[in-house]
């Protein structure tokens, strides 16, 4: 992900992102994930962000409503970093594994 981030703007960052990350969408400088996933998924998926958002140093905003998991990385007045771009795909990759599992 290094050669993404050479040279470019602040607003490519969140370009490439969300061309990277299908099923991101962007709100200001953050990035936002719904999942339909189940309590057991939910559970499984939150401890696996968890292990790679403390590695990162860094906490994503998880919460679960009636039917899906929502998800949010970033922070609303400071633009997307290369480290919560690596999360969401993590993140990706911990969703892939819960439900494919």
Do not use: C, N
């Not at 370009?15 to 953050?30: I, N, V």
């Not at 962000?49 to 679960?64: G, T």
């Not at 007045?77 to 911990?94: C, K, N, T, W, Y």
């Amino acid at each position: 992900m290094r050669a993404l981030f050479g040279g470019r703007t602040k607003h490519d960052y969140l370009s490439d992102a969300l061309t990277l990350l299908s099923g991101w969408t962007r709100e200001g400088e953050q990035i936002r994930r719904t999942l339909h996933i189940d309590d057991t998924q939910h559970a499984a998926l939150t401890e696996r962000v968890k292990v790679v958002a403390d590695a990162l140093h860094l906490r994503p905003e998880i919460s679960r409503r009636a039917d899906h998991t929502q998800i949010r990385v970033g922070h609303g007045h400071e633009p997307l970093s290369e480290g919560e771009v690596l999360l969401a795909a993590r993140i990706e990759d911990a969703y892939r594994a819960v439900t494919e599992g």
